[in-house]
């Protein structure tokens, strides 16, 4: 089913969408994507004792990048954390 429309939509229709968003991602860039989203992991898993991926918890982590990176860099790693974490976790 559609969320905006409320309109059922075909199967192939749903599994395209889904696999939208990783089509996206250039196989030149894919290692590049998956060595930022590694990185958010795994100070995740160090620093953030919950499992939930929040708007908090991307601040504090953004935060954390601002003492080491420029604020270009910033925008860029946010791009790739907003396209990877949605791919992995799904959020809003």
Not at 30 to 44: A, G, L, M, R, T
Request: net charge negative.
């Amino acid at each position: 089913m559609n969320e905006t429309t409320g309109a059922i939509l075909p199967d192939n229709v749903v599994e395209s969408a889904e696999e939208a968003p990783q089509a996206f991602i250039a196989t030149k860039s894919k290692v590049i994507y998956e060595k930022c989203y590694s990185d958010f992991q795994h100070w995740h898993q160090i620093n953030i004792c919950a499992e939930i991926v929040s708007e908090n918890v991307l601040l504090t982590y953004f935060q954390q990048l601002s003492t080491k990176h420029s604020s270009s860099a910033l925008w860029v790693y946010c791009s790739i954390l907003r396209c990877t974490i949605n791919k992995n976790i799904d959020i809003k």
